[in-house]
């Protein structure tokens, strides 16, 4: 069974600093790897999503890296503003279902 | 489309009550997936379906939760006889069977037994 772990479980920065997420999962059989934002109280906003073909993939100040072989992914945020304070959870998709760690709460103080 | 949708939003029931909760998925998506997630924690996986069959259940989901997907197109989740440990936040996402495609979430149902 895919075991996912995130660390650290918080993170507090102040704000322009450059910041890494980490994800960690066991099983490297996977297809893809995607990030996820959540605000409190809210459902889950994508960030990225890594193919287990890929290396890496960037969308604005967020760049994530996969290494599949050593089961690790990261997420990099550069620039970091306050407006980036919420969980980020990594979520491991297999040939069915996807397992989720327990995130990272991560808070930016201006 | 607007995404997916989950109906209601916020549910306050009495202990012992059964509860029913709708997920509509992305129209073209063929996979829909319902998680629970309680506080601090990540989403814990229940439950998918690809189309209307019923392909896989986690060891979580006890005899009193029972989830369809008649048409392949909206899910139900039932809860029978719910109990204080039920209360949890229980998130649906849908995406497409290429395994190289995103998944995407509804805002949740928060659940509350009292």
């Known amino acids: 069974k895919q075991e996912v772990t995130q660390i650290p479980a918080a993170l507090s920065v102040p704000e322009g600093e450059n910041l890494v997420l980490n994800c960690s999962f066991t099983d490297s059989a996977i297809y893809n790897l995607q990030w996820f934002r959540q605000d409190p109280g809210k459902g889950l906003t994508s960030l990225l999503l890594?193919?287990?073909?890929?290396r890496e993939q960037t969308s604005g100040r967020l760049n994530a890296s996969l290494d599949k072989s050593s089961g690790r992914s990261t997420l990099y945020i550069a620039a970091s503003q306050p407006g980036d304070s919420a969980t980020y959870l990594c979520?491991?998709?297999?040939?069915?279902?996807?397992?989720f760690g327990a995130g990272t709460r991560l808070t930016v103080k201006p | 489309d607007t995404g997916v949708s989950q109906d209601p939003r916020h549910k306050i029931t009495k202990r012992g009550q059964n509860v029913t909760f709708r997920c509509d998925p992305i129209?073209?998506?063929?996979?829909l997936y319902w998680y629970r997630q309680t506080l601090g924690q990540g989403p814990e996986f229940l439950t998918y379906?690809?189309?209307?069959?019923?392909?896989?259940k986690s060891r979580l989901l006890s005899d009193r939760f029972s989830a369809e997907r008649p048409k392949g197109s909206f899910s139900t989740l039932e809860i029978q006889r719910t109990e204080q440990g039920d209360s949890a936040m229980y998130l649906c996402?849908?995406?497409?069977?290429?395994?190289?495609?995103?998944?995407?979430f509804g805002q949740g149902t928060r659940l509350t037994v009292v």
């Open positions: 890594i193919q287990s073909s890929q």
């Open positions: 979520a491991v998709r297999g040939s069915g279902d996807m397992r």
């Open positions: 129209s073209e998506h063929n996979r």
């Open positions: 996402a849908s995406s497409l069977i290429q395994e190289n495609t995103e998944a995407f």
């Open positions: 379906f690809q189309n209307e069959a019923q392909l896989e």
